[in-house]
């Protein structure tokens, strides 16, 4: 019969590598589970590109927003479910996927041109509030890479910095560690611009939405109501500013300074 101490060691014993089993099962079975579930998004988008290439384009609708649902995002997918649905004819929903392939990529001219053929088929042709041109110019500074884009670039001016103090402290050479200075300061100089960059439109991506009708035609009220006074009429691909929320209204605003009512069905958020 064991005593207590002999008991004692046992139990740790068989608890040491029982702990060790649940700490690495555990993140390897979630690993698994999300590698079968990209596998299965992956399968569905060529399902879906097959579909479309035999001009089934509701079918491809379907298995694109299954790939979606998944938790598969990429530009590719975007690209693809718009033209699905502008060779359906549903322009909203067309111009909502061109917006958010074109947030990934902002500087593919394959989205740009798609969704400039979209939007002329819309019949809402608001003219925006003029601009500052330094706003103007600040917008498109923006504009130049997505959130994820200046994320990579600050990423690789922070490794040049890292790579020149290196280089500044290990060279024996005093002309190399003038360039590694040299290389440090530009690399800081740019390393904060680029991360301010990102920090801003990360900040815009989070607290500033826009969306697209997707309804044909959608009544905007002047409150969350049902019964109040319409307020205007839009239809579906015109780009509108979410601005608050009351149960499942949405206040918009739209380019030219009107704002009202919508419900949050009549809209899909970029």
């Given amino acids: ?79 693809n479910l718009g033209d699905a649905y502008y060779r359906e004819g549903k322009i909203g929903y067309s111009i909502l996927y061109y917006e958010k392939a074109l947030r990934l990529s902002p500087n593919d001219q394959d989205i740009i041109h798609n969704l400039r053929i979209a939007n002329s088929k819309t019949i809402d042709k608001i003219d925006a509030l003029p601009k500052f041109f330094l706003f103007q110019w600040w917008e498109s500074l923006l504009a130049l890479f997505s959130t994820d884009g200046w994320a990579r670039i600050s990423y690789v001016f922070y490794l040049l910095l890292l790579a020149s103090i290196g280089l500044y402290f290990y060279a024996k050479r005093p002309n190399w560690q003038r360039y590694s200075f040299f290389i440090g300061s530009i690399s800081t100089i740019f390393l904060v611009i680029t991360a301010a960059l990102w920090i801003i439109n990360l900040n815009r991506d989070l607290n500033m939405k826009e969306a697209i009708v997707v309804q044909p035609t959608a009544v905007v009220k002047l409150s969350p109501d049902s019964t109040s006074n319409d307020a205007f009429i839009i239809h579906e691909g015109l780009k509108v500013r979410e601005m608050s929320y009351v149960g499942h209204w949405v206040e918009i605003k739209l380019q030219d300074g009107k704002e009202g009512w919508i419900e949050q069905s009549e809209i899909g958020t970029i």
């Fill in 1 to 79: 019969m064991l005593n207590n101490e002999e008991q004692i060691h046992l139990t740790i014993r068989f608890l040491i590598p029982f702990s060790a089993v649940v700490l690495f099962a555990f993140p390897a079975l979630g690993f698994a589970s999300r590698v079968s579930e990209r596998v299965q998004a992956e399968d569905l988008i060529k399902q879906g590109n097959q579909y479309y290439q035999a001009k089934q384009y509701e079918n491809a609708i379907g298995s694109y927003q299954k790939a979606i649902r998944m938790g598969f995002e990429g530009t590719s997918v975007y690209y």
